[in-house]
């Protein structure tokens, strides 16, 4: 997956500075658009729903490495758009949000809790057992009520050739590197594509509001394409479970 998001953003990224006119900065949120799905918001509740636990892990390793990935590129980004700071000052700024992002703090105290065995006292472990369990559904509410009233603005001419790159592209590309770079269960190959198949993520949005540009722009990109994933992410549910999905397209 690492290979087919970074393939995807590479083809977002050079389309979005060729139709912004070499704008790094709005094409650093256009890249988003078009290669970072939501893995947090609605990942977890699809994948588990539809392919059962066994999902749990490949989508855990799909989350945390597209966050790491699209925090650290972006403010990159942003720094090699904004040129009024230093090299030296921009990767350092780069390298303290990355570090203390909450997504990527709560991904490595995971990684340790689950590296230890670390068990949480009864109660506790409990109560995390009902938030595990609440936040998928909550996630997906929040992104409802989220993208339901956010007004529909201005359409860039780029939005088309990105949402199509980020519900038919990016899935494809994924099918066609876990069948191919290696040796995958059939499992992690229909959870790798149902992940690249999903819309994208609202932290477009939010980056974008972040750094005060292409705000209007990826506010229309999350919207049209929660929207038209309905008939993309449904197609893709249908393949994984009428199990018509190509798992071994070379070998």
């Given at each position: 997956?690492?290979?087919?998001t970074?393939?995807?953003?590479?083809?977002?990224?050079?389309?979005?500075l060729?139709?912004?006119?070499?704008?790094?900065?709005?094409?650093?949120?256009?890249?988003?658009?078009?290669?970072?799905a939501?893995?947090?918001?609605?990942?977890?509740?699809?994948?588990?729903?539809?392919?059962?636990?066994?999902?749990?892990?490949?989508?855990?390793?799909?989350?945390?490495?597209?966050s790491?990935?699209?925090?650290?590129?972006?403010?990159?980004?942003?720094?090699?758009?904004?040129?009024?700071?230093?090299?030296?000052?921009?990767?350092?700024?780069?390298?303290?949000?990355?570090?203390?992002?909450?997504?990527?703090?709560?991904?490595?105290?995971?990684?340790?809790?689950?590296?230890?065995?670390?068990?949480?006292?009864?109660?506790?472990?409990?109560?995390?057992?009902?938030?595990?369990?609440?936040?998928?559904?909550?996630?997906?509410?929040?992104?409802?009520v989220t993208?339901?009233?956010?007004?529909?603005?201005?359409?860039?001419?780029e939005?088309?050739?990105?949402?199509?790159?980020?519900?038919?592209?990016?899935?494809?590309?994924?099918?066609?590197?876990?069948?191919?770079?290696?040796?995958?269960?059939?499992?992690?190959?229909?959870?790798?594509?149902l992940?690249?198949?999903?819309p994208?993520?609202l932290?477009?949005?939010?980056?974008?509001r972040?750094?005060?540009?292409?705000?209007?722009?990826?506010?229309?990109?999350?919207?049209?394409?929660?929207?038209?994933?309905?008939?993309?992410?449904?197609?893709?549910?249908?393949?994984?479970?009428?199990?018509?999905?190509?798992?071994?397209?070379?070998?």
């Amino acid at each position: 997956m690492v290979v087919s998001t970074s393939f995807c953003a590479l083809l977002a990224l050079i389309l979005a500075l060729w139709l912004r006119r070499g704008n790094i900065g709005e094409a650093a949120i256009a890249t988003t658009v078009g290669a970072y799905a939501n893995v947090g918001y609605m990942g977890p509740g699809l994948t588990l729903a539809a392919l059962g636990q066994d999902a749990a892990t490949p989508a855990a390793l799909i989350f945390a490495c597209d966050s790491l990935f699209f925090f650290t590129l972006v403010p990159l980004l942003m720094g090699v758009h904004d040129r009024s700071e230093s090299v030296l000052h921009t990767l350092a700024g780069v390298l303290k949000r990355v570090v203390t992002h909450p997504f990527n703090v709560a991904t490595l105290l995971g990684i340790v809790s689950a590296a230890f065995e670390f068990r949480a006292p009864g109660a506790v472990e409990r109560m995390l057992d009902f938030l595990k369990n609440a936040a998928a559904p909550c996630a997906l509410f929040t992104l409802g009520v989220t993208v339901a009233l956010r007004p529909l603005g201005r359409v860039p001419r780029e939005l088309a050739p990105l949402l199509a790159l980020k519900l038919l592209v990016h899935p494809f590309i994924a099918l066609m590197a876990l069948t191919t770079l290696g040796v995958f269960s059939p499992t992690w190959v229909k959870t790798g594509v149902l992940m690249a198949s999903l819309p994208p993520a609202l932290n477009a949005f939010v980056l974008a509001r972040q750094y005060k540009v292409y705000v209007e722009e990826a506010s229309a990109a999350v919207l049209l394409g929660t929207v038209l994933s309905v008939v993309t992410v449904t197609g893709v549910l249908y393949l994984i479970q009428q199990n018509l999905l190509p798992l071994h397209m070379i070998r």
